[in-house]
């Protein structure tokens, strides 16, 4: 690990601004699922039994620069509390006076949560005088937030380059896991990549195909490498403005030798409404008219057979449409087909997390990302804004 990290810093007694992550799901008016509180614990843990008088920033939801009272983070705060066996003290400002106050009212080894920083629109533009106001309510600056340092903001970038700025544990072992599958994976290396469109993954794909030994493509976005091969795909989702691309990618994994893996069928319906009908037919006999929504079983075998020997595995994005049954079906198949037996396997997006959760394989899974979008950008050969302005080591 390059970026100095909590272990580094002096934190007894000092203002600690701590960014997280708890973009989390709530139901009326409490946390519905607590994972991303959970990860954030041990970092959590380990400054306030330092002593450190703790503040913590994060987003929640997209409220676009403007307060939301739904997106308030008070049912954020109550369960931290309960996670932590402490009272977690909370303010319904952000910057401003009543934030200030609350800072100088904390005693060392204490906690408080400001309100959720997307209530400001100066966030999401990296605004100076936002950051600088962040800053002045701290010492030192820690970012344990992965699934934000791919974005350039006031609260990861901005506020960072003003105070002492270091890693948490959690981004301290994202980094860790990611970079080495990058850079020294075991192998053979599988790499499995579904979801939507091919433009939300153009840059991962074209990384990854010169360093893998085999790149399993499902979900929307094989559409359009088979349509890129000639196939005729009915009324599927395809990006036409990135047939060229995909033809591209294929002509590339030919030239390094690697495998680049497409559905040999699917799962095809009339329409997207649930219970319309549906059947299976081979890729290249999608009718007119229908859709593909999932892989089908001969690419489930696939895959699977391409992953049972692999010593490093990373999958990022459902295989089908994923939210509605039973186009959950490969995706949950697959996901059952992940090695064991010492393998590294890295899951990387809520969506494959949760199928994995779903499938009962949980256990093998070296580890789960918190941040897909950082994720994909860092296997994308790209710098992280928010962990290039941490302070090396």
Same mark, same amino acid.
């Given at each position: 690990?390059?970026?100095?990290?909590?272990?580094?810093?002096?934190?007894?007694?000092?203002?600690? $601004?701590?960014?997280?992550?708890?973009?989390?799901?709530?139901?009326?008016?409490?946390?519905? =699922?607590?994972?991303?509180?959970?990860?954030?614990?041990?970092?959590?843990?380990?400054?306030?039994?330092?002593?450190?008088?703790?503040?913590?920033?994060?987003?929640?939801?997209?409220?676009?620069?403007?307060?939301?009272?739904?997106?308030?983070?008070?049912?954020?705060?109550?369960?931290?509390?309960?996670? $932590?066996?402490?009272?977690?003290?909370?303010?319904? =400002?952000?910057?401003?006076?009543?934030?200030?106050?609350?800072?100088?009212?904390?005693?060392?080894?204490?906690?408080?949560?400001?309100?959720?920083?997307?209530?400001?629109?100066?966030?999401?533009?990296?605004?100076?005088?936002?950051?600088?106001?962040?800053?002045?309510?701290?010492?030192?600056?820690?970012?344990?937030?992965?699934?934000?340092?791919?974005?350039?903001?006031? #609260?990861?970038?901005?506020?960072?380059?003003?105070?002492? #700025?270091?890693?948490?544990?959690?981004?301290?072992?994202?980094?860790?896991?990611?970079?080495?599958?990058?850079?020294?994976?075991?192998?053979?290396?599988?790499?499995?990549?579904?979801?939507?469109?091919?433009?939300?993954?153009?840059?991962?794909?074209?990384?990854?195909?010169?360093?893998?030994?085999?790149?399993?493509?499902?979900?929307?976005?094989?559409?359009?490498?088979?349509?890129?091969?000639?196939?005729?795909?009915?009324?599927?989702?395809?990006?036409?403005?990135?047939?060229?691309?995909?033809?591209?990618?294929?002509?590339?994994?030919?030239?390094?030798?690697?495998?680049?893996?497409?559905?040999?069928?699917?799962?095809?319906?009339?329409?997207?409404?649930?219970?319309?009908?549906?059947?299976?037919?081979?890729?290249?006999?999608?009718?007119?008219?229908?859709?593909?929504?999932?892989?089908?079983?001969?690419?489930?075998?696939?895959?699977?057979?391409?992953?049972?020997?692999?010593?490093?595995?990373?999958?990022?994005?459902?295989?089908? $449409?994923?939210?509605?049954?039973?186009?959950?079906?490969?995706?949950?198949?697959?996901?059952?087909?992940?090695?064991?037996?010492?393998?590294?396997?890295?899951?990387?997006?809520?969506?494959?997390?949760?199928?994995?959760?779903?499938?009962?394989?949980?256990?093998?899974?070296?580890?789960? #990302?918190?941040?897909?979008?950082?994720?994909?950008?860092?296997?994308?050969?790209?710098? $992280?804004?928010?962990?290039?302005?941490?302070?090396?080591?």
């Amino acid at each position: 690990m390059p970026k100095k990290t909590v272990r580094d810093v002096a934190v007894e007694g000092k203002r600690v $601004l701590l960014r997280v992550d708890f973009n989390v799901p709530l139901q009326e008016g409490k946390v519905a =699922e607590d994972n991303r509180l959970k990860a954030a614990l041990p970092t959590i843990r380990y400054l306030c039994d330092r002593g450190a008088r703790l503040i913590l920033v994060s987003h929640l939801g997209r409220p676009k620069g403007t307060p939301v009272n739904e997106l308030r983070l008070s049912p954020v705060a109550a369960r931290l509390g309960e996670l $932590l066996g402490r009272s977690v003290e909370y303010t319904g =400002e952000t910057v401003g006076p009543a934030a200030a106050q609350a800072v100088e009212k904390l005693s060392p080894g204490e906690v408080l949560l400001l309100e959720n920083i997307r209530f400001h629109q100066e966030e999401t533009n990296n605004d100076p005088e936002l950051a600088r106001q962040l800053a002045s309510l701290c010492d030192i600056y820690v970012n344990d937030a992965f699934g934000t340092v791919h974005r350039a903001h006031a #609260s990861t970038v901005g506020v960072a380059a003003l105070r002492p #700025s270091v890693a948490g544990f959690l981004v301290e072992r994202e980094l860790e896991v990611l970079t080495r599958i990058l850079k020294n994976p075991d192998r053979p290396f599988v790499v499995l990549i579904g979801g939507a469109k091919i433009s939300d993954k153009i840059g991962v794909l074209e990384n990854l195909v010169a360093i893998v030994d085999a790149l399993l493509i499902g979900g929307g976005m094989a559409n359009t490498f088979l349509a890129a091969m000639g196939y005729e795909m009915g009324s599927s989702l395809v990006e036409t403005d990135k047939v060229q691309t995909a033809a591209d990618l294929l002509a590339r994994a030919g030239t390094y030798g690697r495998k680049l893996v497409l559905p040999v069928d699917l799962v095809v319906a009339a329409s997207m409404e649930a219970g319309a009908e549906h059947k299976v037919v081979a890729s290249d006999a999608v009718p007119a008219g229908w859709k593909a929504l999932d892989v089908g079983p001969e690419t489930v075998l696939l895959f699977a057979g391409l992953l049972k020997d692999a010593r490093t595995v990373f999958w990022n994005g459902p295989l089908g $449409l994923f939210e509605q049954p039973p186009y959950d079906a490969g995706t949950n198949a697959v996901a059952r087909a992940l090695p064991g037996g010492g393998a590294v396997t890295v899951v990387g997006g809520g969506d494959t997390a949760r199928a994995v959760k779903r499938a009962g394989v949980s256990e093998k899974i070296t580890h789960v #990302s918190t941040g897909g979008g950082a994720s994909l950008m860092l296997l994308e050969g790209k710098e $992280l804004p928010g962990v290039a302005v941490l302070e090396d080591k």
